[in-house]
């Protein structure tokens, strides 16, 4: 209900009904959008829970969307409040500077005051900024190439026809860019991509777009190739797999492939080298594909749980850092199910090490390895003799003995970190890298050969790489093809990767 204050009713009777009717109102809305708010929240405790409770993540952003969407509406239909704003600062971020900037001047008409007919001047303006969308637009670039004959000898000159990315292709390097980032990153499969161009007045199949993909992805094998190269000759990496369903046409079903991610992060301890993530697709999980990959690898490796990594250390070049967030969860997970003491008060003493943790993060390698000598060290020891007491006074099938043996089995990788600066607490930075390829998951459905997944690991090693160097992932895609088709020169392929291609080539940077 809107009220127009100028023309108020002078009926005292009808202005003390309107008050209660809009009191009332007022109060109604508010009990909605409190009750809905609980709900956002007990949908939260749903995410974060216990596993049998959780919520599908795809499920709960959409549930989240249409309540926030229902909160807005009803505040939106509050009364208009009259009382004067109070003197705070926005909390709205404003809008990214790179942005376009088109002007909309509301101008007052006239250089005359109405009033007294005096001439106005200028004395400032109210600006504000509004976010438009502009969509997006396809277009046909021409290449004409002017003949040209001498007229004495018939020497016909001409420009040479351009180098294509697919041969014989119609897609631009910036629309095999737009088709890759939005399968690959924005998780959109072709066919649906194949509905949108043809939404545009475009008829583009998906088997016309699945050769882009196969095409474009060509270009990039060798430096896929570089990029796990430089992963690897980190001295610190971490490592991970997941599962990704791949079509058996033989079978008429599906098959399990994986993908193995490494990556690199020296940011925790302020290292060097650029952050990085290698997916390397195989059709299985066998210990054999880890030893492959890292056949030359020397140095540290942050793994999970998974026993086939075991067998990298057996030439003692390579040593394994345990994951203390893995450890945690099993604590946690029985907390949560039982409200075991013991296990809650394991999850306690291991907040205590990630607390001292907090406070190392970004510091030398140098300054960490102090630190936790005299802080986390302390802590790590109580809490091993403490488990050591517990175990005994459980029953061994239990699932915490099971929690409790699997740290204690594991506590020289679980304490690594006590020895080297450079080593971190858990695999967090390869599980942040699986995400996205987990999202995909769930939206392609499965890959449609062996080759579709390693077509998979080539796009979300370089995607991810991208997003860990502040890279936007279609402008670097697009520029590397354009300049793989005009002949790059393969002793310079590494200026193609993408913390280097952002130094030298970047749009910022010319």
């Known amino acids: 209900m809107r009220l127009d204050l100028d023309n108020l009713p002078h009926d005292t009777a009808l202005l003390h ?55 807005a509406a009803l505040a939106a239909d509050r009364p208009p409040d009259t009382s004067p704003p109070p003197e705070v600062k926005p909390r709205r971020e404003p809008l990214p500077g790179h942005l376009l900037r088109e002007d909309m001047v509301l101008d007052v008409p006239g250089d005359v005051c109405p009033d007294c007919g005096g001439p106005r001047h200028p004395i400032g303006e109210s600006v504000s900024e509004m976010l438009d969308w502009v969509p997006a637009t396809l277009r046909v670039i021409r290449i004409r190439r002017p003949k040209y004959a001498c007229r004495h000898c018939a020497m016909v000159a001409q420009v040479p026809a351009p180098e294509r990315v697919i041969a014989g292709g119609i897609a631009t390097p910036a629309l095999l860019a737009h088709v890759l980032v939005s399968k690959y990153a924005d998780h959109l499969p072709l066919y649906r991509q194949s509905r949108i161009f043809a939404r545009y007045g475009v008829e583009l199949e998906r088997s016309t777009l699945s050769g882009w993909v196969g095409g474009a992805c060509w270009w990039l094998d060798a430096l896929h190739e570089r990029l796990g190269r430089h992963v690897f000759g980190s001295d610190h990496i971490f490592a991970d797999d997941t599962p990704i369903p791949v079509l058996d046409p033989g079978r008429g079903r599906t098959k399990t492939g994986r993908l193995w991610v490494y990556a690199r992060d020296q940011r925790g301890w302020s290292g060097p080298e650029p952050p990085a993530a290698a997916c390397f697709y195989e059709p299985d999980r066998k210990a054999g594909r880890p030893k492959a990959h890292l056949v030359d690898y020397r140095g540290t490796l942050h793994v999970d749980g998974y026993v086939g990594f075991e067998q990298l250390t057996a030439d003692g070049k390579v040593k394994l850092a345990a994951c203390w967030a893995h450890t945690r969860r099993k604590f946690y997970e029985i907390a949560q199910a039982d409200g075991s003491p013991i296990a809650l008060e394991a999850v306690r003493r291991i907040a205590d090490i990630y607390v001292v943790e907090g406070r190392v993060r970004g510091q030398t390698p140098a300054d960490r390895l102090a630190l936790r000598q005299a802080e986390s060290r302390p802590l790590i020891d109580a809490l091993k003799l403490w ?124």
Request: charged share 30%.
């Open 17 to 71: 009904r309107l008050v209660r009717d809009m009191a009332a109102q007022v109060c109604t809305r508010d009990s909605e959008i409190e009750r809905l708010r609980q709900i956002v929240k007990e949908l939260q405790r749903m995410r974060f829970g216990c596993r049998s409770e959780r919520l599908d993540p795809d499920q709960l952003a959409l549930a989240l969307e249409d309540l926030d969407t229902d909160i």
């Open 387 to 510: 488990l050591e007491l517990q175990l005994p006074r459980l029953s061994a099938r239990s699932k915490l003995a099971k929690a409790i043996r699997y740290a204690l089995t594991r506590w020289t990788g679980l304490t690594r970190f006590l020895e080297d600066g450079r080593i971190e607490l858990d695999t967090n930075p390869v599980e942040r890298a699986i995400r996205p390829i987990a999202l995909g998951r769930k939206n392609h459905l499965f890959a449609g050969s062996d080759g579709g997944g390693k077509r998979w690991a080539i796009m979300a090693s370089f995607i991810e790489t991208c997003k860990l160097n502040g890279v936007e992932p279609h402008a670097w895609l697009s520029d590397v093809l354009q300049r793989m088709a005009n002949g790059h020169p393969a002793s310079h392929i590494d200026d193609l990767l993408p913390w280097n291609w952002k130094a030298a080539f970047a749009p910022d940077n010319s």
